[in-house]
């Protein structure tokens, strides 16, 4: 059986912001049901806005030379396409629009040149954020995304609409927003059925009021599997990273937290399947256990490297702060979830993983300390030997 695949069109000019981060969300989803994902950010292509040439209406092809005559192949050969924008505006982004309009030359195709085209069965969905609360909002972007798709052949499966998220990072501190993404790709990915409007506020409450508990179980499900991954993508970079080599802090370091990562999934998947059998939350005290501290671990490797000293490489010093950045994520994350906890059972196990987060980012933070300035780490974490 073929692999599905699945584009990923992100929108935004701002890499790494919020719309940046629902689409991945979704594209995770859309790859743990097994397709091959692919993303394209439309801000670092080069395309012109169509200038009504109209040359695509003698033979299907667009006169202007640039990125997407790569782009137009891929549009029209992926089984799904998910497409992500923030809103400007009440509409999509420039740069968006742009890659919309250019695809005039495949609307020639289809309906002037009748030529043959994709089958059936291809599905798209859009991802919309957007910081008013505008009654209106996402209207015109649900439009031009619904014709777009049926110029290009994809039938309009699905919307994620996530409103009062503006500043980087927002999303992160969204009750719902990365797990609904999650499950829409995935969704998109088991080829289910058309999903209608998922429609959220900054709160993540849909319009009904009071969410019932099926409903929050249902969304801890959906956090837990974001969870998951982005367990399992830190277990993955502290392995590999530990397997490059390097100081013995690095490598005795990022092995133990690959090894946290891994009792953190544990107790996730744990919790994931009883919800998915239908026993609801598992009432049990959530602990995380280790056999060293990562103090005496950190102590351990700098006396290591007190004994054979050795200047850390740039690569070294980037890994840490990648590190850093990636367990801040996922306390944010987490932390969201603690806030809107429904049990004291879930708030014991979101309150053990941010904590264990904390712990991370800031042994983190003292060890890149360390090796990136010595002298100064000494001066502050010994300053009781300078008063004399």
Known sequence: MAVLRVLGIMGSPRPGGNTDLLLDAALKGAEGQGARVEKVMVDRLNISPCREHYGCLDDGLCVIRDDMDALYPRLLESDCVLVASPIFFYGLTAQ??????????????????????????????????GASTGGQLFDGSITTVRYFFK????????????????????????????????????????????GGLTETGPTGQSRGGKESMTHHLEKSARALETALQMEAEGKKFYLEAAARGGTPVLVKFFQRLAADEDQHAARAREIYDAIKASQG??????????????????????EDMDADPAKPSEAE?????????????????????????????????????????????????????????????????????LDG
Not at 155 to 169: F, I
């Open 281 to 302: 939350w598992p009432e049990k005290e959530t602990t995380f256990k280790h056999a060293t501290t990562l103090k005496s671990v950190l102590d351990e490797a700098f």
């Open 317 to 385: 010093l980037e890994a840490f702060k990648n590190a850093m950045a990636m367990e801040d994520r996922s306390y944010t994350f987490d932390k969201a979830r603690l806030e809107e906890a429904g049990s004291t059972h879930e708030k014991s196990f979101y309150k053990a993983l941010t904590g264990e987060e904390r712990m991370h980012y800031l042994a983190l933070l003292d060890s890149y300390e360390y090796l990136s300035n010595p002298q100064g780490w000494f001066s502050r974490t010994e300053r009781w030997g």
């Open 151 to 194: 110029t290009i052949g994809v039938e309009y499966s699905g919307e994620l609409l996530v409103r009062g998220v503006d500043r980087q990072g927002d999303v992160l501190r969204h009750p719902s927003a990365l797990p609904d993404a999650f499950e829409l790709g995935a969704r998109l990915a088991r080829r289910d059925p058309a």
């Open 96 to 129: 968006l629009k742009a890659l919309i309009d250019r695809c005039q030359a495949l609307w020639a195709r289809k309906h002037v040149l009748k030529q043959s085209w994709p089958g059936a069965g291809r599905k798209g969905a859009f991802l919309g954020v």
